[in-house]
């Protein structure tokens, strides 16, 4: 870098504390007035040790850890869970329960499309927009509340099926409440189509193309806007979702706007689902048996599901115990970073947050472990029987001391 | 005699005491607007519908630890917030709003040919101040938040003292008072006997009401104008590293001109003090100011933020424009009658 260059270039960080990050993350951007120039994202501050945390608890108690590695995909992890779990021990789990987990999954999908939709207004100053939103995400919140107990750790799934039924006199009420959603998405279509100062901040801004973007791997919605048409629950079919119909939401924009109208669109697709699956509902048990204490087979076995920030992919081994022998979680927002990356470089320091929120990030889901020797600017990994040596010798040498 | 009334007058009524309560006022009305636009309650716990809530703000930043960074250039960043409160303030003294040895006069306590001048010249001085506030506090948003506030003037401050011009003409005078007092009298005159051009007066005075409501929007950081602070993207800007008894000068600073901007914009164009006898000149002001202030909040809370080069270019392709045609039509309307 020349030095006239480096005399103008600042580097503002943002994060791991800022108002525009819900959860700790840092990103290092090198500007020049206010265009930045370049990005270095810096990921882990929250890790939590999940996935090795499952290994030492039985089937039945990681069903309700896997739900707490985020709070707004709560659902989808459990659901992708109990797959696993079930499909390791030849479980098949009746139509009813496929269809109440397909209702509440697309349920969870509404209420964290909505709190984006809050969320990505806030980030460009429409804190009107942001309170009228959640407003009314409360009706999808209080709706799953009176189906699961809870307005946002569901724990709907059970090994097996699901914990609670839906009572055929409660649907025309439910019915209802999805007419309101619909009522209300149409009112922001509108508004996000329209009103100009938004189309100002949006239009335009934290463009990825679709080349890049299917070079870079993005997943979720955050793909679909740069017009590329992936979405797990139609390309590999799980639970209800070969039976029901629906469309897959695509936008060419690449942009912000593009995210919103995306996101937008799959709204109307999930109340839609929602409307289907309350009146297809099969009759019958809601969830096979399944004890507690009972070990599970040998095998393995990898599923995915269309989490609402993109392809949640989840990998299980079993080795014949009550517990996993080994769990691999890889969340949406982990695959969405590079792509992120190029939407973020040549944009304005103002348009940052939006930017930033428009993957919908979930940190806490994307924290990993990774070696970083800085000084020899090495990157490596451990497999557990390296990683078990590097303890034993890490405690030998009195490191702990 | 003259001497105490002119103390008085400077510091409980109409003066510095009133006019603090008063901002405190507004900043109330205004957050329950924006409140109740924004389909929340606003405040309610401190008082009768929380009214006393932006005073037990005040006295909660009072009490809380001042932090000067270690970076930072002491004397500048330490008198920065003094001025942000002190200048508008000093504004508002020349501003006809009650006279206190006449129940119905609103002469203010100084009024001088030319103090309209003073006055854009303090509230221009208001943003160096806060400019220099972000910049001394050697933070990097602060410093961002700085000369965003910097390039937003260029946008809004050629449009702000044009617009003021307009009305300055048509009264042939540069003092407030004698233009309030024009305002008046033009509308005795036209009750009396209306006519075309009295009518066309009105047209165009209300037009640049209009714009500069939009100029005050920026001059106050509101929304679509807040990019000087914000939250979102650069943690409150200018402002970041302003804590305690430093933050409490500013948002009582910041409340001072929300009243000097909306005393301005009733003054110039709505009439200011007057208004029909027999209700005093105050009840006029409070009424005629507070409309203002809701109507600020209301923008304020439709919009998204503007980028800070799409404000610029906003307000050059729009506001200039329409403040030059506000000017002309002046001239010709005062050719004309």
């Known amino acids: 870098m020349d030095v006239e260059a480096s005399d103008r270039e600042f580097t503002i960080p943002v994060g791991p504390q800022h108002p525009a990050l819900k959860e700790p993350a840092s990103f290092l951007f090198k500007v020049d007035g206010e265009v930045v120039v370049d990005v270095e994202p810096r990921l882990g501050y929250n890790h939590r040790g999940i996935e090795k945390a499952m290994e030492a608890r039985t089937y039945i108690q990681d069903l309700y850890l896997v739900e707490r590695i985020c709070g707004i995909c709560s659902n ?21 329960a496929k269809y109440l ?52 750790n569901y724990a709907f799934n059970a090994i097996g099926g699901v914990r609670r039924d839906v009572p055929s006199e409660k649907i025309p009420k439910f019915q209802k409440a999805l007419d309101v959603l619909a009522e209300r998405t149409k009112y922001y279509h509108g508004i996000a189509a329209s009103e100009s100062t938004i189309l100002e901040r949006a239009s335009g801004v934290g463009y990825c193309s679709k080349a890049d973007m299917l070079r870079l791997c993005g997943v979720g919605p955050h793909a679909r806007a740069s017009g590329v048409a992936k979405d797990t629950r139609h390309d590999h079919p799980y639970l209800a979702y070969d039976e029901v119909p ?8 690449g942009d912000v706007l593009a995210n919103v109208l995306v996101r937008i669109g799959e709204l ?20 096979e048996k399944y004890s507690p204490l009972a070990k599970i087979p040998e095998g393995e076995a990898t599923n995915m599901v269309e989490a609402q920030r ?59 472990m990774v070696f970083v020797d800085e000084s020899k600017d090495k990157v490596w990994d451990m497999n557990d029987e390296e990683l078990r040596r590097y303890g034993i010798r890490w405690y030998q040498n009195g490191n702990n001391k | 005699m003259a001497t105490i009334s002119d103390v008085v007058s400077l510091v409980v009524f109409p003066g510095a005491l009133f006019i603090i309560v008063y901002a405190l006022w507004c900043n109330w009305v205004s957050r329950k607007t924006v409140a109740r636009l924004q389909n929340r309650r606003g405040p309610l716990h401190t008082g009768p519908h929380g009214i006393l809530q932006p005073f037990a703000d005040i006295v909660k930043l009072l009490a809380k630890e001042d932090i000067t960074p270690a970076a930072a250039d002491r004397p500048v960043f330490n008198l920065a917030p003094v001025l942000i409160f002190a200048l508008p303030l000093a504004a508002i003294f020349l501003i006809p709003i009650q006279s206190i040895t006449s129940l119905f006069s609103y002469a203010p306590i100084a009024n001088f ?27 990097l948003f602060g410093a961002v938040g700085a000369t965003r506030v910097a390039l937003a003037t260029l946008a809004y401050e050629i449009p ?18 004698n233009i309030v007092n024009w305002e008046a009298r033009s509308i005795t005159d036209f009750l009396a006997a209306p006519s075309v051009w009295g009518i066309a007066v009105a047209v165009v005075m209300l037009i640049g009401a209009a714009v500069y409501t939009l100029c005050l929007l920026a001059e106050l950081e509101l929304r679509p104008f807040d990019m000087a602070e914000a939250e979102t993207e650069i943690v409150h800007g200018w402002q970041v590293e302003y804590s305690g008894k430093k933050l409490a000068l500013l948002t009582l600073g910041r409340d001072v001109k929300i009243v000097l901007a909306s005393a301005l914009l009733t003054s110039l164009f709505l009439g200011g003090a007057a208004g029909p006898w027999p209700v005093p000149p105050i009840v006029w002001f409070v009424l005629k100011t507070t409309i203002c202030v809701m109507v600020l909040s209301n923008l304020s809370a439709a919009f998204a933020r503007f980028r800070i080069d799409q404000m610029v270019r906003w307000a050059w392709q729009y506001l200039a424009p329409l403040a030059v045609l506000q000017v002309m039509a002046m001239v010709a309307l005062s050719g004309v009658i």
């Open chain 1, 76 to 96: 989808a992890h459990q659901t992708l869970y109990a797959m696993n779990v079930e499909e390791v021990a030849g479980i098949t789990i009746p139509p009813r």
């Open chain 1, 101 to 152: 987990r397909t209702f509440v999954h697309e349920l969870e999908r509404i209420h964290s499309h909505l709190l984006w939709v809050g969320v990505a207004a806030h980030e460009i100053g429409f804190d009107t927009l942001f309170y009228y939103v959640w407003r009314d995400r409360e009706v999808v919140l209080d709706l799953l509340e009176e189906i699961s107990g809870n307005r946002v």
């Open chain 1, 246 to 253: 629906f469309n897959v939401i695509t936008n060419d924009g």
């Open chain 1, 268 to 287: 109307y697709e999930s109340v839609g689902i929602c409307k289907y699956v309350l009146d297809h509902l099969p009759d019958g048990p809601i969830r």
């Open chain 1, 310 to 368: 993109g392809e949640d992919i989840h990998y299980i081994l079993s080795k014949g115990d009550n517990k996993p022998y080994r769990y691999k979680i890889r969340a949406p927002t982990m695959a969405n970073i590079p792509s992120l990356m190029v939407k973020l470089k040549g944009g304005y320091i103002a348009d940052i947050p939006i930017v930033l929120a428009g993957i919908d990030p979930c940190f806490s889901c994307t924290d990993r």
């Open chain 2, 113 to 139: 040919e030319g103090d309209l001048i003073v006055v854009l010249f303090l509230l221009s001085l208001v943003v160096l101040s806060v400019f220099l506030a972000g910049w001394s506090s050697c933070n």
């Open chain 2, 160 to 177: 702000l003292v044009l617009l003021a011009i307009g009305p300055a003409i048509l009264a042939g005078s540069l003092s407030i008072y």
